[in-house]
């Protein structure tokens, strides 16, 4: 006896090896039929003994290929299956010419086939810096255009030699249809160059001539999957210094490459959770608390708690890291705060003063592609940068969107969004728009985004800020536009990724966003769904002495607070011993003519400076990121909890931390624990946070509540409002797959989108 079923994938499962797969499995058990692609994704006909079908469907679901992520499989019975010409199953051509859901996965590393290979002297990919297959290898950044096929990728300058064509032609291989398939016949070669222009070296012993430059404490500009990097010896402390003085960057911490996660076991405290993502195919940078004493120079994160590591995610990689023998910094290659360096001509012409040579080669990367980073800390992972590896999976939505959108984010950590059908497609990470080259990069993000899946915007969302350039470019569209404030789109970036609908009580708490009152807000409690939110309270507004200027010098905003809690004449003694400018200010706050905020990520800066922790940051969030770390040697429980008052402004209730301000400066002066203020200060703000939301949640009738915004990347502040409100008998929303900080911006301004049909204007 024979059944005949219709099996229909859905997810990601084009471009990842899954005909090949289901073609072979199909064969194991003896099966009749088809397979292949469609506008939905993959449609097998089957027909066999019923066991052997349902065991078909079985390892679809519990082992298909790495890469695929299947959302739905269906099953329904077919009473004529068609057998293919010359019997048997076979794998037949795609049908239709509708635009596939997902359109190009994302870049993966090299897996465990394709690296035994390279490193297997036997093997004709032996050394080769560049075999990838079906299973692994690289995909957005080398798409120019849909559909996903050799010509429209910046392969096309390379023709398949024989050898390799056969691979891509035989449905039995693991290279079946790898569009970058190659080898050191056909395929992309290295290339070695060197800064003092002696006498080039052949391709053979580009990689040597880069691992010798490595070795001697040299600075190798690497061309990896989405840009260059900046490489050199992690255990050395004179290259890390020489790179930290040549890049302009003083403490930002590095990021470390190791070849294998027995290594990272050496140099970071991995809980399983971070484990499995360090090892995933997305590879991303996870920042995870580092060992006492580890094989890392003091320069690559100097002061930190933490270390940020990743694991080698090309051939290249694993074969550079093998021949010099130690991890290495591999942080992006730029000056300072630009977008990473992608174009060759421009890696050569801008990174020519930070390097001793240039280990390149010649397949070209379409879109710019920053590692992406996550953190991991406390048994729990939290994306914070969703870039390579990431971009562009879609986000099931949970519904059909009343329309397509194209939403274009916020101004610093800058991401583009589009929704189409079911599915909300995020960009890579593109930066500081402020940057003329981060600008041009926002640019192409739109185009590519919009055209690899074929959205044509009904509307354009865009932040509130006037003076963010994306709200400029929004609004200098033909397009219909709608306008979603800043902290209403950080909550809806937390429902989207939940698929919560709301209403919820959400806490965004994070540096600055531009209010609907025309003022900067950055603590705030709203009720909101993905309709509208209400401000239902707030921190207390203080004076932003000097504008971005404070944002930068957290000795102002410590002025400002102390200024604010304990009055002119105290706060004239601090400033006198913060900063020489610091008695200037007073007659600027006592004029009342600053413009004023709510953020709680300036508090954070204030409380920091207030410690003598930071009064002037040369990282954005360094202040918040040491507060929080001091805080963290201390455990919960031992530092008793700052007071935080709780006031009112009209008839909108205010968390008020000037008594907290009051306790950190008198416990500073009484010789009280600097670690203990620091944890005492998360514990008050924190638990009167949780009291805040919990009441207004109460008088609302909401059960639900998120934190977001950048602030909540804060692991202690994250742990004590969370407990506080589960104790209270809330649910908590956290962001795991969005990031928290203003990177998620564009997903909640595109959820709202898709779901209400509300415009502002054309
Ligand atoms: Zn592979
Ligand atoms: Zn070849
Ligand atoms: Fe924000």
């Not at 160059?193 to 040299?218: F, Q």
């Amino acid at each position: 006896m024979s059944v005949g079923r219709r099996i229909r994938v859905t997810g990601t499962v084009q471009g990842v090896g899954f005909r090949p797969f289901v073609y072979r499995e199909a064969v194991r058990l003896g099966l009749v039929g088809t397979v292949r692609n469609d506008h939905a994704g993959v449609l097998i006909e089957v027909d066999g003994a019923p066991d052997r079908v349902a065991e078909l469907c079985r390892c679809l679901v519990d082992r298909p290929p790495p890469l695929a992520r299947i959302e739905r499989l269906e099953a329904s019975d077919l009473v004529h299956v068609a057998e293919p010409v010359g019997g048997g199953f076979a794998i037949v051509a795609s049908q239709g010419h509708g635009s596939p859901e997902v359109p190009v996965g994302v870049d993966a590393a090299t897996c465990a086939e394709c690296l035994a290979e390279v490193t297997d002297p036997t093997d004709r990919r032996f050394g080769y810096p560049f075999a990838n297959c079906t299973n692994c290898g690289p995909r957005y950044t080398i798409v120019v255009s849909v559909p996903y096929d050799r010509p429209a990728t910046t392969m096309a300058s390379f023709p398949l030699c024989p050898a390799c064509r056969q691979e891509y032609d035989d449905p039995s291989d693991r290279r079946f249809h790898a569009q970058p398939n190659a080898c050191p016949v056909c395929g992309p070669r290295l290339a070695w160059r060197s800064v003092s222009d002696d006498p080039g070296v052949t391709e053979g012993e580009a990689l040597t001539a880069a691992a010798a430059c490595l070795a001697a404490g040299g600075t190798v500009a690497v061309k990896g999957l989405g840009g260059y990097h900046l490489a050199v010896d992690a255990t050395s402390r004179a290259a890390v210094t020489t790179l930290r003085r040549r890049k302009h960057r003083d403490e930002k911490p590095f990021a470390v490459m190791v070849p294998d996660v027995v290594t990272a076991r050496d140099l970071v405290v991995l809980d399983d959770g971070a484990e499995a993502v360090l090892t995933s195919s997305r590879r991303p940078i996870v920042l995870a608390p580092r060992r006492p004493g580890l094989q890392v120079a003091d320069a690559v994160a100097p002061g930190l708690p933490e270390l940020g590591l990743l694991l080698a995610y090309t051939p290249l990689h694993h074969l550079l890291l093998q021949a010099v023998g130690r991890p290495l910094v591999m942080t992006s290659g730029n000056v300072s705060d630009e977008p990473i360096a992608q174009a060759d001509d421009d890696a050569f012409a801008r990174l020519a003063p930070l390097v001793d040579g240039w280990l390149s080669h010649d397949r070209p990367i379409h879109i710019r592609c920053d590692d992406s980073v996550v953190r991991a800390v406390a048994g729990r992972t939290q994306v914070l940068r969703r870039s390579r590896g990431y971009a562009p999976e879609p986000m099931a939505l949970g519904h059909v969107a009343c329309r397509q959108v194209l939403a274009v984010g916020a101004e610093l950590k800058s991401t583009v969004s589009v929704v189409k059908g079911q599915q909300l497609v995020t960009s890579h990470h593109i930066g500081d728009l402020e940057h003329p080259t981060a600008y041009a990069s926002f640019l192409q993000a739109v185009e590519h985004l919009c055209g690899l899946f074929g959205v044509r915007p009904d509307v354009v969302v865009h932040d509130l800020h006037p003076e963010y350039l994306s709200t400029k470019w929004a609004l200098d569209t033909d397009l219909p536009t709608l306008g979603v404030q800043h902290h209403h789109a950080h909550v809806a970036s937390c429902l989207a990724e939940h698929r919560h609908p709301g209403p919820v009580l959400g806490v965004a708490f994070d540096g600055l966003g531009y209010g609907c009152d025309r003022t900067l807000w950055g603590g705030e409690f709203l009720a909101a769904d993905l309709d509208g939110c209400t401000r239902l309270g707030h921190l207390r507004p203080v004076a932003l002495p000097g504008g971005v200027a404070a944002v930068r010098e957290p000795w102002r905003m410590a002025v400002a607070w102390v200024c604010a809690a304990m009055g002119a004449d105290r706060a004239e003694r601090e400033a006198a011993r913060l900063d020489e400018r610091g008695r200037a200010l007073i007659g600027l706050l006592e004029a009342g003519s600053a413009p004023t905020t709510t953020s709680v990520g300036r508090l954070f800066d204030a409380v920091a400076a207030l410690l003598g922790l930071r009064s002037r940051l040369t990282y954005e969030g360094q202040a918040a990121i040491e507060l929080e770390a001091l805080a963290r040697t201390v455990p919960r429980g031992q530092a008793p909890a700052l007071p935080v008052g709780l006031g009112v402004e009209g008839t909108t209730p205010v968390l008020d931390p000037g008594p907290l301000i009051a306790a950190v400066v008198a416990g500073r002066d009484d010789g009280v624990p600097l670690a203990v203020l620091a944890a005492g200060f998360h514990e008050g703000l924190g638990q009167a946070a949780a009291r805040l939301a919990g009441d207004l949640a109460g008088a609302q009738d909401l059960d639900t509540v998120v934190l977001t915004g950048g602030v909540f990347q804060n692991s202690r502040l994250t742990a004590v409002v969370e407990s506080a409100l589960v104790t209270a008998g809330l649910r908590v929303l956290l962001h795991h797959e969005v990031p928290p900080n203003d990177a998620g911006i564009s997903v909640g301004q595109a959820a709202i989108a898709a779901h209400t049909t509300r415009v502002d204007g054309r």
